[in-house]
């Protein structure tokens, strides 16, 4: 069992950050939040606390007037089985949290949510750990009752291990990692933004959307090694969600991660030299959320969702390192309200196996007839208090 390589270089300072993740939609998670993850994700439209952060900052203009602390724990659960064995990297701890404040037209806050990444970890020692993570200071103001603006500055971190036998000769050829479950050892800084809306039409309907940039991440570092060509994509989204009735709420979101401008070539130097030009060649990802929330009282509601999200690994280049190969996602969660003051809110992410099978050159140099198979069981869980 690991915990995350993202989150110690916050925990100093006394916050808690979303560990490593093996993501599901690419290296992105399905849902930030149990309020959104319990609705397959969906998040555009509506007020789901805090993970607005991640979500859409403009969100953060349909929340009441008053102070609210969100404080988060979220496990993944791969089960990754390649031609090297079933990979041990098998649970994921992601703890989060964020604050934000409303006071008239403005709101604003901080949290720390984990963007997502990768991870695999095989009996023959090859291994491969990729987390990114995000500090993040929102805005939002309302325009007007119906029209709210939001943005966010994000600092991004990103750490890297990486050990693997690319000859199949018995020697690692590539081995950089350190010892702390806290961080990886090739390390990278860099500042992204988010700018979205909300406009809400008609008394029950709310249409909402957000661009997120690149990340633009440096050369990722560690001593000797240097990996280049590593980044995370910008993000268009748009959404909306329907108030049906007093009690019930529908929400859909179709958003596009730009993997074909970020994940490219990721190229591995040691001393200066190539050692491995890991071909990604991703393709644009196209992800669609749909999601139910139920009001059964004052203090319950319940929650359904479906996402899914296009692979976006060609076959030529899947690799048994980095299978973030996920597609369908059937999601289901609660909220509990001890109070006016005090919530609950937890999701469950069920994602079917996935197959594939490479079609590139033959190994050991390529994944020719190399099959993969991943599936997930993740959750999240939130206590929420406003003030």
């Keep these: 069992m690991q915990l995350n390589k993202l989150a110690a270089t916050l925990a100093a300072v006394g916050l808690a950050v979303p560990s490593l993740a093996m993501a599901t939609n690419g290296m992105i998670m399905e849902g930030y939040g149990p309020i959104a993850a319990g609705m397959g994700g969906a998040s555009m439209a509506y007020d789901n606390g805090s993970a607005a952060l991640a979500n859409n900052p403009a969100t953060l203009g349909l929340m009441a007037d008053g102070s609210r602390l969100d404080v988060m724990l979220g496990f993944v659960g791969p089960d990754v089985t390649t031609p090297m064995g079933t990979s041990r990297a098998d649970a994921f701890y992601m703890p989060a949290i964020g604050y934000v404040k409303k006071q008239g037209k403005l709101a604003y806050g901080a949290g720390i949510y984990g963007q997502g990444g990768m991870g695999t970890e095989y009996a023959n020692g090859d291994m491969a ?4 993570g995000r500090v993040i200071f929102p805005l939002a103001y309302a325009v007007t009752e119906r029209f709210n603006v939001g943005g966010s500055v994000d600092i991004v971190w990103a750490g890297m291990d990486l050990v693997a036998d690319l000859n199949a000769d018995g020697t690692k050829d590539i081995n950089f990692k350190d010892d702390s479950d806290f961080s990886g050892a090739a390390k990278g800084y860099s500042v992204a933004a988010k700018l979205g809306f909300t406009y809400k039409l008609n008394d029950v309907l709310t249409v909402g959307g957000v661009y997120q940039t690149a990340s633009n991440l440096p050369d990722l570092k560690d001593g000797a090694y240097k990996v280049e060509g590593f980044d995370m994509p910008p993000t268009l989204a748009l959404g909306l969600a329907w108030q049906a009735s ?3 709420m529908v929400a859909a979101d179709l958003k596009d991660a730009m993997w074909g401008s970020s994940m490219n070539t990721v190229d591995i130097y040691r001393d200066g030299t ?3 030009p ?3 060649d991703w393709d644009d990802q196209i992800v669609l959320a749909l999601g139910l929330a139920y009001k059964f009282n004052d203090a319950f509601t319940g929650r359904i969702g479906y996402n ?3 692979n976006p690994i060609p076959d030529q280049v899947v690799n048994y390192l980095w299978p973030a190969i996920m597609e369908n996602h059937y999601t289901a969660g609660f909220g509990y309200a001890f109070n006016k003051q005090s919530e ?6 069920v994602v079917p196996q996935v197959s594939v099978t490479g079609t590139g ?3 050991p140099n390529g994944n020719g007839g190399m099959t993969i198979e991943h599936s997930q069981v993740n959750w999240q869980l939130m206590y929420s208090y406003t003030f």
């Design 246 to 248: 007093e009690r019930l």
């Design 274 to 276: 190539v050692v491995a």
């Design 361 to 363: 050159s033959t190994p």
């Design 344 to 349: 609950l809110n937890f999701a469950l992410s």
């Design 308 to 310: 899914h999200g296009t």
């Design 278 to 280: 890991f071909q990604q």
């Design 129 to 132: 750990q990729v987390s990114v």
